[in-house]
């Protein structure tokens, strides 16, 4: 490589951006790196001595000295030549001085910097490091280094106006006597080559750097031009004890960091379902999105150290309410304009529209798509994530402890008059950090969750609020503690309601909401329970000491001491295939030593996983009359007929059974959820299963219903080792089927997965995947 | 009046609305008063039966139950007769029964409700009362009321899907056994007319109340068809100990709630001058703009009894960042598009604007104007509330405690790598209301901030943060105690920069920034100083304690031991007048017995209020030599050639004046702020000071200036007897005056004030005020 191709002509303060001529970019993601690496038109200043011009923005006249730097696309080029004195003549030639040749980044997946950050799985051609560890260049002079004669600096810089005080300018120096903030040091010097190890501070701001070479000489520093092959990214640092997100457990880090391979638990607490997920965090083009996001954000790069910070901007950016965010949420079962949320198998393709489109939000996402987009986000940025899934949440009522069902004078649900509705699961993320914001103790996991609450008081970002003070009721912690608290320990509060349009609760189930909180367990396929993360066991002097704690700081619940009932009922669950016609069993129990003759409601309603209903699908009323002591059983029939139509993406149907005692004129209730499964796709994988070699998946479905299926789409996609493919199928006749067979190349080896969804308006939520092992 | 104005005819579940043909409305504000109480044409549903339609909102279908209710304008008609039993042919005639006929809300300004209610003062025609107090109504019935056979309810609903649960359906009933959550007695009963005294709960909801009275026949519910007229809003009660806003001291209650006369510190610290400002929370319409606001903001009704809530989404709503609300921010000296921020006199003309326009953001604005009215806005919803001034405030460092100053290797500002400026002053609120969120002690007056940080995370929001935990360091709690924290405590950093772009800190400055903390005194026009309520006074082992404390959790400060020089330099401030030449005296002083000399640079700017520098005004160097012990004055002349013509807005000159020790190398810096006041409008008063008498004010102003001023406007107006008068002059050349003469009728009795500003892009913030006391 030339001298020239390095160095500039000796010419002081140039600011014009030279354009590269030959892009080493060949992939087709090539416009999200084009966003990144060059200016549009439209940021180019029209007269090159100006700031960037920043159109579409409040003007920051007057408001503060110069724009703030917000994005790691926008920079002022440092000038080649900085020099030391007035020198109307221009410098002289600097032959004698220190001259640099190349610059060797030491980036490849294989080489030292990426295996030892952890970062060798990252498709990428920069070099990604981690905080507060060291990583090594190597610099080619023109002559050998002479330490006692020879001044230079490694400076990295990110953003306009980069600058020492903010953190977004740092020269690294090669002397022990002279250090920055980060530290630098000569490991080996070999001829013309110095091989130097920089160690970036532990908070620094994490994104993409600009790196030059500055030389000094006496009559000013002369640098290296801007070359993007030498733009590093530096990330989070789960591995170092200095970073504020170190965990200090390999496998969670293995799991939390490194996996891209996820499960996300759905269904009902007594009959739960597994979604796999694609996080994708190493795809090509993901990192360079997650930039995005947060440059979209307007997010200040100084703040970009802080993960606290980081994950609440992020937690607002997923959603698209207020700032057109990435995922536009949609809970109609009209998904139209876009992708139902139950069709994505993974988060690349959500990631890399939003990006390449400039910040177009995506349609469409619930909770599930939100989290694990968001989960993506973390874990590409190095900060521990994973996404946990809340059976039974109490949702939307922002921090008051009640749910509420509301009956009529004889016990009967009064479907109109109930406005609650608890979410048969809602998924959000945690993330590991320590919280130096918060007393001891509150570090650790952190809930954050990016689907927007549009009914708590316009929630449109969630976290982090640490799970230990939710654990231990200290609510008054930021952020949104209260919230995340009552999602896991609202009470259930069945009221009836007086002529006089009054109410009084006549049961509270404290066990209902909050009954389970599950995550995928830790380099596992199975799941682990984390339900005591945030609670203590039901009925314990803890539990009752953390709820009057939370009743301390404002977290309102039902006192009414509510007299029981000395009959229970209870639905006894089972699993139902779609199709199927099925029996609901109730168990009653007489636990009085009299005869009961009990009124019973039983009323069966399709309801979206929001627990919101749809249509009515059974109701029945049944006297049954138990003996002292008797234990008795009742069937009721739901007919396939009843419900098939009726149903409505997620399969789930909410039984509510109320009634009267005859003689005691006490109300028993019961809830339950039944999930009806769909059919499963197969997914089968035939070739040689090594990097490189030509390999097969081929995809089948039989449709089981009495009826087509229409404009159908099937997606298939398996980290790293197959992008997303999807196909549509105009029609699928009752008892057809369809074959789909495609071909990849492995990209590496290990075990992974291919999944598959199938999506129509009639039938959503199919999946199937399998397992392969790709050896090198 | 008729019994048929006030009863329907009997049939069941009559959902449509009923529009009144003969308004009683008035006033030319109508505009706002229909958006309140009427439906759009874009609102109502085209089948009565269905729920309101909610256009351009996103679909709540699968995500609630309903549409949440959030908005005073929308609801469904309760109907007017409720049946208990199935009735084919309807229900029978049910003259045997009570039946109303007429209803007294005894809502003169005169009468006992609004006198006990501290309510007398708004302009409206509705009953306005106070949460937790007990107010009266006179219902007449068509016969003596005989209570143990008569069973009636007086009925409030708010919103939409009103229910007893959620606080938005409360039927008050007379008898003492049986009472809902607002307490109702009858005081007095005479032939047919009953006094009945209600008690609306300590938390409920303030708004704005439909009210119908209910009478239980064997049959059903029949009750009073909707008349807008019985519309009550009940509002915050600062004079209740069971409000969360109650404010145990009447002086500060008069002044905090009840005043609408304010005075609002600017300048400098020590040269501060005053804003009148009407806020004008009694005038006609405000009641209502300001329940529009929270309409606009979409917050659920639930939450509306919480003043900590309320507040908080308010300081969002006061700036139109994220969800269109009230007031655009503009800092940019162009204001052709709207009003400029200096020339407002008052947040009457501004709230009307926004609520009448159906919520269109009113320009312009800069701290004092959002702060002024957020004023208008907690006051008038009952929220006692100041607007205080912090002198010196350090902005937009979310947290940082640093605020750093470049000086080159000379010692000279580096202007173009300072990024950092502290706002002159920054106007925020305090507002009064207990914390049951956070642990005890941090309740009392609560800083909420509404103008836009869009440099510190893109936070549109701000506070509560508890003044107390401010003040103890405590910046743990919500809501972003570590921002107003930095704002009042940040050190002022002077670095010098190297060669090689690094930084190190010469001189730390803690006293500089949040110097002074103003508000208005106390029913006085005078200042009360209430800095000691921030901080403990500089240099104290408390004040180093709660340093100590907020670094704990996470404020960052500037550790390093700089030495002290020991020469020191001040400048010694004056108040000088536009149009003025004048001198700036430096003041040296050498603590040392040696001969000191130093090499000086005074660069003085024009500034914002916000401390952003424009054009440089003088750049002088001094080379002083010093005599042991020496004390020594330099004075510099600053012509008025020199500024005259760069002035902006507010007219303040920021001189900084650094330099070097010759001989130990030292440096010294100092820093003053002098604002170069503008001319005064004279304002006068003629003609007899009664209510309802014709009064005339004069406003006169000469241009004192050697150029033309155009596109001159002139406002002015007085709380509670003018309303706001504009005037345009397109020219006012050098030397000539302007007289113009306006008739008013004052509405009520009283001391208050005429103010006026006048405003013209090349001359801004010029303001006149005259105090007024009118007879009754």
Redesign the interface.
């Known amino acids: 490589m030339l001298l020239t191709q390095y160095f500039l002509s000796i010419r002081a303060a140039q600011h014009k951006e030279v354009q590269e001529s030959s892009s080493i970019y060949t992939k087709k993601q090539i416009s999200i790196l084009d966003m990144t690496d060059q200016e549009t038109p439209e940021n180019v200043a029209s007269t090159p001595a100006e700031a960037p011009v920043r159109p579409k923005q409040?003007?920051h006249?007057?408001?503060?000295?110069?724009p703030?730097a917000n994005s790691n696309k926008e920079h002022e080029e440092i000038p080649e030549f900085e020099p030391?004195m007035l020198m109307p003549r221009g410098p002289p030639p600097l032959t004698e001085y220190l001259d640099v040749w190349d610059v060797n980044m030491l980036k490849q997946a294989y080489e030292e910097n990426k295996q030892r950050h952890h970062t060798h799985l990252y498709h990428c051609d920069h070099l990604i490091v981690r905080r507060a560890q060291e990583f090594l260049i190597k610099i080619t002079f023109n002559r050998p280094f002479k330490p006692e004669q020879d001044k230079f600096?490694v400076?990295f810089s990110i953003g306009a106006?980069a600058?020492?005080?903010?953190g977004t300018?740092i020269?690294v120096?090669p002397t022990l006597e002279?250090q920055?903030v980060w530290r630098g040091q000569i490991l080996e010097s070999s001829e013309n080559v110095v091989t130097m190890g920089i160690t970036p501070a532990s908070d620094c701001i994490v994104g993409k750097y600009r790196m030059y070479i500055?030389v000094?000489t006496p009559y000013g520093?002369r640098r290296t031009r801007r070359d993007p092959r030498l733009d590093t990214y530096i990330i989070f640092n789960p591995w170092s004890p200095g970073d504020s997100v170190f965990l200090d457990d390999e496998e969670e880090r293995e799991e939390c960091v490194l996996n891209e391979l996820g499960i996300i638990y759905h269904g009902t607490y007594d009959d739960i379902s597994e979604r796999p997920w694609n996080y994708g965090q190493f795809e090509f083009g993901i990192l360079d999105a997650c930039l995005f996001v947060l440059d979209k954000?307007?997010?200040?790069l100084?703040?970009r150290g802080d993960p606290i910070?980081i994950s609440r901007?992020a937690s607002a950016m997923m959603n698209s309410r207020?700032?057109d965010g990435v995922l536009v949420?949609?809970?109609?079962?009209?998904y139209l304009y876009g992708v139902a949320p139950t069709s994505w198998t993974g988060s690349v393709e959500i990631l890399l529209d939003y990006a390449g489109s400039g910040g177009q939000s995506v349609g469409y996402a619930q909770c599930w798509v939100y989290a694990a987009v968001f989960n993506t986000f973390l874990r590409c940025l190095g900060i521990p994530s994973r996404v946990v899934t809340n059976f039974f949440s109490a949702h939307?009522n922002?921090g008051?402890l009640?749910m509420?069902i509301?009956l009529d004078d004889n016990g009967k649900v009064d479907r109109s008059?109930?406005?609650?509705?608890i979410w048969n699961y809602h998924c959000w993320n945690e993330c590991f950090m320590a919280r130096?914001?918060?007393?001891e103790g509150f570090g650790g996991w952190q809930v954050v969750d990016a689907t927007p609450q549009?009914?708590?008081?316009?929630m449109y970002r969630c976290g982090p609020a640490s799970v230990a003070a939710i654990k231990h009721g200290q609510?008054?912690?930021?952020?949104d503690a209260?919230f995340v608290f009552a999602e896991v320990n609202s009470d259930l509060v069945y009221?009836t309601?007086n002529?006089?349009?009054?109410?009084h609760p006549v049961r509270v189930n404290t066990s209902y909401v909050g009954r389970l909180v599950l995550t995928k367990a830790v380099l596992d396929k199975g799941r682990r329970e984390i339900t005591d993360h945030y609670k203590f066991p039901e009925g314990t002097a803890e539990e009752r000491r953390v709820l009057e704690k939370a009743e301390?700081?404002?977290c309102q619940r039902e006192k009414a001491v509510v007299p029981q009932a000395d009959v229970e009922v209870e639905i006894l669950a089972r699993e139902v295939q779609r199709g199927e016609d099925f029996d609901l069993e109730l168990n009653f129990t007489n636990h009085s030593n009299h005869q009961r003759v009990v009124d019973i409601y039983i009323s069966g309603n399709v309801v979206?996983y929001?627990g919101?209903?749809?249509a009515e699908v059974i109701f029945q009323t049944l006297e049954v009359t138990l003996e002292p002591e008797q234990n008795k059983k009742e069937k009721i029939v739901v007919r396939n007929t009843d419900y098939q139509s009726k149903l409505?993406e997620q399969g789930n149907l909410n039984f509510i059974a109320t009634g009267k005692v005859q003689e005691t004129g006490r109300i028993i209730t019961t809830m339950s959820v039944v999930t009806v499964h769909n059919p499963k796709l197969t997914v089968q994988v035939t070739g040689s299963p090594r990097v490189a070699e030509e390999m097969y998946v081929t995809v089948e479905f039989t449709n089981p219903f009495k009826s087509n299926l229409e404009n159908v789409y099937v997606r298939v996609e398996g980290p790293g080792i197959m992008s997303i493919n999807t196909k549509k199928y105009s029609i699928i006749g009752p008892g057809n089927s369809i074959t789909w067979t495609e071909s990849f190349s492995p990209r590496r080896a290990g075990t992974t997965k291919l999944m598959a969804s199938l999506d129509c308006a009639a039938l959503r939520q199919v999946y199937g995947e399998v397992e392969v092992t790709i050896q090198p």
């Open positions: 409040a003007s006249r007057g408001r503060t000295v110069g703030i030391f600096a400076e106006g600058q020492y005080s903010k300018y020269p120096f002279r920055s500055a000094v520093i954000a307007e997010m200040p100084t703040n910070k901007v207020d700032d949420g949609n809970w109609s079962g009209d939307d922002n008051n009640k509420d509301i008059r109930t406005r609650d509705s130096p914001d918060l007393p549009e009914t708590s008081d316009g609510v008054c912690y930021p952020f209260p009221y309601r002529k006089d349009g009054t109410l301390e700081f404002g979206y929001t919101v209903p749809s409505v």
